[in-house]
């Protein structure tokens, strides 16, 4: 499909993915229908370029000819486009992303995990850009890979982070490099089960050419699914834990991050060098060094973007301290896994002083599994939003709990219970769109919050 002069295009659902891949398919001279459930942002604009648009879409199905379908990630199978779509011939059905992989000449660098991917895609964008090489972070990160394509901007390397919604309808995708950084329960009200999650999460390796490398947690080398790749790929490994034998790993005491060659750990740089702190942002750190490595790009002059490299917004974000106690926004802590890693990070050196607030729209995960973080970290839970209940139940016996129906109550509280030295910590383990439009929000209402409780406490 490298060539679209008068081939049929349907683009199902007209958020920001959609409407860039509608306008790139535009833009190489095919006929392109867009249908969304609701109202199309930007109509105008589409249809001077020559989308047709179709808004509130009710029919199950699509006639006449029809020579791609392709479809956004937000589009959910249980959906009115989602069972368009699982109606149509086989072969017809792309992501968003492939379609546009077809037309990129840049070399893609795809990054995927339950959690930390944003941070590493931009951490390895940092780097590259550090190195004086012209990179751009793309896809789930906010800017669809179609819309890049478009701009036209004069790359060196695209960095995409890429999700497993992105992934269901993923065909042959062209990675120069595949980065998977961990594999933790996530997003099962929509996959159905744990095995189709990580097996969406390993297709992103299944799919990157041979010419390909690689670059892998080593905990996940020893899952079967992953055997063929490892054979098939050169790959590199990364890990944080002391006892294994990863490319890219800790020093033994714990306190450096370097790389083993011929069973010799050469240093690279000192942990408390390093702005971001927490296992999980060295193990972060130490795949975009494999990463490099990869490139064969030279270390050294990288480390000094590493050393002053800060996570953006909603992940672990200090916002302030007032009469001695901390306010920590990790909204983008929107599953379990991310939720204890946020604890482990403050809890090692705040001990049992962490209120926190959790709660959300429950993504079928097991909240059982923070039990072990809650006694070590947490002294007090205030939970919100539909999974609350849950929580509840999960939680109960274990720490203090109370519920609330509102987000403001449950930050009252949290400021009104704080005593010097505690920390309110912000880490949801759920999604957000039950109160929100999305994480974002979620943390900026916390970050306001605290904001005027600073203003009330100077007067």
């Not at 009710?58 to 589009?75: E, K, M, N, T, V």
């Not at 079967?224 to 050169?234: G, I, N, T």
């Amino acid at each position: 499909m490298s060539q679209l002069e008068d081939s049929h295009i349907l683009v199902l659902g007209g958020g920001i993915s959609g409407r860039a891949a509608a306008l790139l398919a535009a833009s190489k001279g095919a006929q392109v229908s867009l249908l969304d459930e609701g109202g199309i942002a930007q109509k105008t604009a589409l249809e001077a370029a020559g989308v047709a648009c179709h808004e509130f879409w009710r029919q199950g199905h699509w006639g006449g000819r029809l020579d791609a379908c392709i479809i956004s990630p937000g589009i959910a199978a249980d959906s009115g486009l989602g069972r368009l779509a699982s109606r149509l011939q086989p072969g017809l059905l792309l992501s968003e992303l492939s379609f546009a992989a077809r037309f990129c000449t840049v070399p893609l660098l795809g990054v995927s995990g339950s959690n930390g991917k944003t941070s590493t895609v931009e951490l390895l964008c940092a780097c590259l850009q550090g190195l004086g090489l012209r990179a751009q972070a793309a896809g789930n990160i906010g800017l669809p890979l179609s819309q890049l394509l478009l701009d036209g901007a004069e790359l060196d390397y695209i960095v995409l982070e890429i999700s497993s919604f992105q992934m269901e309808h993923s065909e042959n995708l062209p990675l120069h490099r595949a980065v998977l950084l961990n594999l933790s329960a996530d997003h099962l009200d929509r996959h159905g089960s744990t095995e189709a999650y990580y097996a969406l999460k390993i297709k992103m390796l299944e799919q990157t050419p041979k010419t390909g490398v690689l670059l892998l947690n080593q905990e996940l080398s020893q899952r079967a699914e992953l055997h063929k790749c490892l054979r098939s790929h050169r790959h590199l490994s990364f890990s944080c834990k002391a006892n294994l034998d990863a490319d890219f790993c800790l020093s033994a005491e714990g306190k450096s991050l370097g790389r083993r060659r011929n069973g010799i750990f050469e240093p690279l740089l000192q942990c408390a060098e390093l702005a971001i702190g927490g296992r999980h942002n060295y193990e972060n750190a130490l795949a975009v060094l494999a990463t490099l490595a990869s490139l064969d790009m030279p270390l050294q002059q990288a480390l000094p973007t590493l050393r002053n490299f800060q996570v953006g917004k909603h992940r672990l974000q200090f916002v302030d301290e007032l009469d001695g106690v901390s306010y920590i926004n990790d909204s983008k802590a929107t599953n379990v896994d991310a939720m204890i890693n946020a604890l482990a990070c403050i809890g090692e050196t705040k001990g049992k002083k962490i209120i926190l607030i959790a709660g959300g729209i429950d993504k079928a995960c097991r909240f059982d599994e923070a039990k072990s973080a809650l006694r070590m970290y947490v002294k007090q839970v205030l939970l919100i939003g539909q999974a609350k209940e849950t929580i509840c139940l999960a939680w109960r016996n274990l720490v203090p709990l109370e519920k609330f129906d509102d987000f403001h109550s449950a930050l009252k509280k949290a400021a009104l219970v704080a005593l010097p030295g505690d920390v309110v910590l912000l880490a949801p383990g759920c999604a957000s769109q039950d109160m929100f439009a999305g994480y974002e929000q979620r943390g900026e209402i916390f970050m306001e919050f605290v904001e005027k409780l600073k203003r009330s406490i100077q007067k």
